[in-house]
């Protein structure tokens, strides 16, 4: 939520991924949080997973939003 994600588009990425979590039934399973700064403000938004070190740049369109879900957060669950 620093200024340079809040300008790129963060909260349309936060309220894309609490849709996607909704429409798939995982309130129970996962959590967005909001975190300060990750130093990347030269990429798209950044996202991390909770207790890991990679960060993501996830651009603030539905389609990113929907793919990085798809391919990142599903691989996570299925183990």
Known sequence: ?????????S???ISKLQEL?????LEDRLEVKAAFCFG????????QFEGEDEV???APTSASVTQFFDSEIRKRLNG
């Open 21 to 25: 979590i909704s429409e798939n039934g």
């Open 1 to 9: 939520m620093g200024s340079a994600c809040h300008v790129k588009g």
């Open 40 to 47: 990347r403000c030269a990429h798209a938004v950044s996202v």
């Open 11 to 13: 909260y349309n990425i």
């Open 56 to 58: 993501f740049s996830v």
